[in-house]
C-alpha cells in the first residue's frame, strides 16, 4: 500500500497517475463516479499434503508440503466507457511453496518434550500493469526463507522446568520494478542471516497453577520502497526485537474458572516505521527508528458454572511508544505513540447449549481510539 501525500512539487503528474478523476489527491470533493472505479477478481488454489507418522510412544514425525498460486486482476469499471488512463489495469500473480517436516518427543511421565524441525519456503511474484492504463508496471519479486528451528521444555524437578528454543533462518528477496515509463525504478538484492533465541523457566506451584519467565528475540526483514516525491529508491534495514514475558496459568474452583495473565516489555531496534524522508513533510517513505518499545498486559478468564453455559472476558493493556526516532527530521514524534497500536482491547461473550448439539452463543468486542500515524 501506498501513501501518497497531497500537495507539494509534483501533485498534477501523481495525480495523473495515481487518482481518476474528480477523486484523486488532493481534491476537496468527493463524488460517487462508477464509471471510473476498478473492479478486481482475485484467485487463490492451495493444495497441502500432510504426513504424521507415530514413530514410537514416544516420538513422532510429521511434514507438510504446500502449493499456492494466487492471482488478483484489476480490470476497467463495468458500466460506461471509461478513459483507459482513469482506472488501474494490472495483474499480481504469485506463485509460493512451503516443505516443513519436524521431529518430535513427549515423554511418557513428566512434563519434558521437545520438537526440531526445518522451513523452506520459495515464492515467485510478478505484477504487470497494462500499456495505456492509469499503473503502467513491471515488477519480478524472487523470495526464498530457509530456518532451522528447535523448541524444549527440560523438568528439573517437581516444581521447575527450563524452556529453551531457538532459530536460525536465512532470507532473501530479490526484486526489480518499474513504474511510469521508468520514472519509478527500485532494484535491491536484500539477505538477512539471523539467530533467533529463546530461554525461559516455569515454577509450577500445584497442578492448577504455574507461572514462566521467558525471554527471546524476533526480527522482521529489510525491504525497500520508492519516494514518490523525488522517485529515488530507498532500503530499510531490517528490524529486531528482544522480549521478556511473565506468563501465569491457574485453574480455580475445581477447574470450573480459568485465569491466564501475560505482562510483557519489548525493545525495538531499528524498528520499520513510516516517516519524513530526505524531501521534506511531503515525502513519506519507511525509515529505521533507532528505538521502541511496547509493554502491557493480557487478562483471559474463562468460567464454566455448569456443564451446559461457559462465560469468557479478556482484557489488553498496551502502550507502544517511540523512545528516540534517531533522525533530526523525525525527532518530533519522540514520545508519540505508534500508529495503530490502541491502548485498550477488550471482549466479553459466553455461550449455553440449549439442547444435545445445539449451542447459542454472544460476543462483544471493544477496541479503544488508536492513530493511524506516528505523528498522532
Not at 471510473?36 to 507418522?53: G, K, W
Not at 521444555?153 to 526484486?175: C, V
Not at 523525488?230 to 501465569?248: G, I, R
Not at 533507532?290 to 455448569?306: F, H, M, S
Amino acid at each position: 500500500i501506498v501513501r501518497i501525500p497531497k500537495g507539494g512539487a509534483g501533485e498534477q503528474e501523481r495525480r495523473q497517475h495515481a487518482y481518476p478523476p474528480d477523486i484523486g489527491a488532493g481534491s476537496s470533493r468527493r463524488e460517487s463516479r462508477p464509471d471510473v472505479y476498478s473492479y478486481f477478481d482475485s484467485e487463490n488454489r492451495i493444495v497441502a499434503l500432510n504426513a504424521n507418522y507415530a514413530i514410537t510412544q514416544e516420538w513422532a514425525f510429521d511434514a507438510v508440503l504446500s502449493q499456492q498460486k494466487a492471482t488478483t486482476q484489476f480490470g476497467p469499471p463495468r458500466v460506461g466507457n471509461p478513459d483507459p488512463a482513469a482506472y488501474l489495469d494490472f495483474t499480481f500473480s504469485s506463485d509460493e511453496v512451503a516443505f516443513e517436516p519436524k521431529l518430535s518427543f513427549k515423554s511418557k511421565q513428566g512434563r519434558t518434550g521437545a520438537v526440531v524441525g526445518a522451513f523452506v519456503k520459495t515464492r515467485d511474484r510478478d505484477d504487470l500493469g497494462e500499456p495505456g492504463s492509469n499503473f503502467v508496471l513491471t515488477a519480478d519479486d524472487r523470495a526464498s526463507s530457509r530456518s532451522l528451528f528447535a523448541d524444549a521444555t527440560f523438568e528439573l524437578s517437581p516444581s521447575w522446568d527450563l524452556l529453551a528454543a531457538a532459530r536460525f533462518q536465512d532470507d532473501r528477496q530479490k526484486r526489480n520494478f518499474s513504474a511510469f515509463d521508468g520514472a519509478l525504478v527500485l532494484g535491491f538484492d536484500e539477505r538477512n542471516r539471523v539467530f533467533l533465541p529463546k530461554l525461559g523457566a516455569t515454577y509450577h506451584h500445584s497442578a492448577d497453577a504455574n507461572v514462566s519467565l521467558v525471554a527471546y528475540k524476533g526480527y522482521n526483514a529489510s525491504g525497500g520502497g520508492v519516494s514518490f516525491i523525488s522517485f529515488t529508491p530507498y532500503l530499510f534495514k531490517k528490524e529486531t526485537a528482544q522480549t521478556v514475558e511473565l506468563v501465569s496459568r491457574t485453574q480455580w474452583l475445581d477447574r470450573t474458572l480459568t485465569a491466564n495473565a501475560n505482562l510483557f516489555f519489548t525493545q525495538f531496534k531499528d524498528a520499520q516505521i513510516s516517516g519524513i524522508g530526505p524531501e521534506g513533510p511531503e515525502d513519506s517513505v519507511y525509515l529505521n527508528a533507532a528505538k521502541v518499545r511496547t509493554q502491557g498486559v493480557e487478562i483471559d478468564l474463562a468460567y464454566q458454572p455448569g456443564a451446559r453455559t461457559r462465560l469468557q472476558f479478556a482484557l489488553g493493556l498496551l502502550d507502544a511508544k517511540i523512545v528516540d526516532f534517531g533522525s533530526e527530521a523525525n525527532n518530533a514524534n519522540n514520545g508519540n505513540r505508534l500508529g495503530l497500536a490502541p491502548r485498550v482491547t477488550a471482549n466479553i461473550g459466553g455461550s449455553f447449549e440449549v439442547l444435545p448439539r445445539l449451542v447459542v452463543g454472544a460476543n462483544a468486542a471493544f477496541v479503544g481510539r488508536r492513530f493511524s500515524e506516528v505523528e498522532n
